[in-house]
């Protein structure tokens, strides 16, 4: 004798429902029409900023890995401005990654930094 699933497709993909869930989302007791209407509205054109928001908050990538915060620190102190933190980031066998997050003390110097660095070498190479 074989036995055979009747069933067809994966194991519980049947829909479920959280109530809770859905109420913590906004989904349930809205209707068709208010749910159109929050998409017109989010949908709806902004208009045009005249200056991109200054930032104040960069993530440098595609570093050498034997560069260390030191290095970066030194580097955008005297180009850009004064900094807050730098932080770089590493595996779990404590190697680089080769990407290194900078934080300015004034908030333009990010547009600056990235205006001044964006898809350009540093070192050479």
Not at 65 to 76: H, S
């Amino acid at each position: 004798v074989t036995a055979s699933r009747t069933s067809k497709g994966r194991r519980g993909a049947g829909r479920r429902t959280n109530t809770a869930r859905t109420q913590v989302l906004g989904n349930a007791g809205t209707s068709p029409a208010t749910r159109a209407r929050i998409v017109n509205t989010a949908t709806a054109p902004k208009p045009a900023a005249a200056t991109p928001p200054s930032t104040e908050k960069i993530i440098v990538s595609n570093l050498p890995l034997d560069v260390n915060e030191t290095q970066v620190r030194e580097l955008f102190m005297s180009t850009v401005g004064p900094l807050r933190e730098v932080n770089m980031h590493y595996d779990s066998g404590g190697r680089s990654k080769g990407v290194a997050t900078v934080t300015f003390s004034r908030k333009g110097d990010g547009n600056k930094a990235f205006q001044q660095y964006n898809n350009r070498l540093i070192d050479g190479s």
